[in-house]
């Protein structure tokens, strides 16, 4: 009898257990921010519970934007920060660790900044917040000061911003001669302007499109800038990604307007090539095959099949496409001799890395 009742509460403890670590697998606290610090208003750092997280609330008014970054030494893929309405379903803002956002508050309310652990380790990072007015926007962005593009040891640049109305932003970048840039500015509205500046001692100098991605040959070793003009009575969101492709001795790839270019090694029938492809962007792949040749292609993802869209396009015939699936290989019989393309979407709001691995017989 005792040995039973010993039993029956040892379960009860482990029940206990386990719901107090489910308990402390999700954590919610509240801060409040002060308006225009100078340096980073909050700053919490956390330990977050394996696969748990962390949601934290604050206040804000119409107007106002909100400046957070989710700091973390190690993968960015370990974790995911999302920023939404109180009591919303829908996520306003997604984004990995590690980059500075901002988000321009459209209606007066609570707002909270969601940070999951998507390992199944105990995981720590440093949330700063900083909250700042219209006014103060407006005067940061109108001093004429750049902010130099942080690549991070990487090729590549990702910065989302609000600019205020009737004002400018500039990024700097460092290039290299023979190198390609490619530039894109995302701008939902479609009203903003984005003039890239080639010659540091003239003005700015080549406007160029929005909502696309834009090829700009490195003509000279030095520094670039890209300004983004808002010359309407509103503010605007919008992100900016540049990636630079600088040409190694041991390199075939190439970048173009078409795309870049895959060519195999001497002797070589097959290649790969690695690439990280931002959120909802694309990546463009062109390889040279001949009639008759039997030619197998995998774009090889680690995650949802559907989080890509594949096509590839046959020379001669650019407005057909022929879809295919990630992660699954794709054989055909080269029709007509010339330049194939291989189109790879991102349909996801967060950035990927995909490998292609292309074989030639």
Sequence with gaps: MMKKIMMKSFVVLMLIGAFTIFSFAQTKERVQLKVDSTDNDVALQRTLAPNGSLTVTFRANAGQTISYTAGYDFKDSDLEVFFTKSGGNDFLKESGPKSTNEYLITETGDYDILIENRTNKRVTTTLYLNLFSAEFMAEANSSGESEALNF????????????????????????????????????R???????????????????????????????????????????????????????????????????????????????????????????????????????????????????????????????????????????????????????????????TKQKVLITVFLDVE
Excluded: C, W
Aim: glycine letters at 6%; a neutral charge.
């Design 189 to 347: 509205t479609n009203k903003l302007t984005v003039i890239f500046n080639d010659n540091p001692n003239q003005k700015a100098d080549t406007t160029i499109a929005l909502n696309k991605e834009i090829f700009r040959k490195i003509n000279r070793t030095g520094e670039y800038t890209i300004e983004i003009v808002n010359e309407t009575a509103k503010s605007v969101s919008f992100g900016l990604e540049v990636i630079i492709d600088t040409p190694a001795s041991n390199s075939t790839n190439t970048v173009s307007s078409d795309g870049e270019r895959i060519e195999f090694a001497r002797g070589a029938t097959s290649a790969s090539v690695t690439r990280e492809i931002p959120a909802n962007g694309a990546v463009n792949f062109v390889f040279n095959v001949k009639k008759g040749q039997k030619v197998t292609y995998t774009v090889d993802y680690d995650d949802k099949e559907s989080d890509l869209s594949v096509y590839l396009g046959e020379p001669g015939d650019q407005d057909a496409s022929i879809p295919s699936r990630a992660k699954t290989p794709k054989t055909f019989v080269v029709k007509k001799s010339g330049d194939h393309r291989l189109d790879i979407t991102n349909t």
């Design 152 to 187: 991070e040891g990487s090729d590549q640049a990702n910065v989302s911003k609000t600019i205020p109305a009737n004002g400018t932003m500039k990024f700097t970048f460092n290039g290299t001669k023979g190198a390609t840039a490619l530039v894109k500015v995302t701008d």
